[in-house]
Nanobody, 122 residues
Framework: QVQLVESGGGLVQAGGSLRLSCAASGNIFSINAMGWYRQAPGKQREWVATITSGSSTNYADSVKARFTISRDNAKNTVYLQMNSLKPEDTAVYYC????????????????WGQGTLVTVSS
């Protein structure tokens, strides 16, 4: 009912920048929070950042002051601007969205994207 598609991953040198995008589509009624998570090789998935429908933001300590999350509500899209990248930021980055969609009745959803790989070389 709701699909998330990420883009913008790639290979970058340490100290560089990347911008990830995630677009939500489907029978969306509303999106409350959107966020980013990441999973490094051999590690568990961890939360990176969240933005609410009112644009309140929260960040993991490991990315605070380097990453910026933003959203375009009209486009149902969330972005993650990543600056001053470090090799330890290397991971598959996943987009997540919480909201509700049109079905036989309004129903809630918790959707995930397929992930986009970010590799930071030293």
């Amino acid at each position: 009912q709701v699909q998330l598609v990420e883009s913008g991953g790639g290979l970058v040198q340490a100290g560089g920048s990347l911008r990830l995008s995630c677009a939500a589509s489907g029978n969306i009624f509303s999106i409350n929070a959107m966020g980013w998570y990441r999973q490094a090789p051999g590690k568990q998935r961890e939360w990176v950042a969240t933005i609410t429908s009112g644009s309140s933001t929260n960040y993991a300590d490991s990315v605070k002051a380097r990453f910026t999350i933003s959203r375009d509500n009209a486009k149902n899209t969330v972005y993650l601007q990543m600056n001053s990248l470090k090799p330890e930021d290397t991971a598959v980055y996943y987009c997540n969205a919480l909201g509700s969609y049109y079905g036989p009745q309004i129903q809630t959803f918790n959707a995930w994207g397929q992930g986009t790989l970010v590799t930071v070389s030293s």
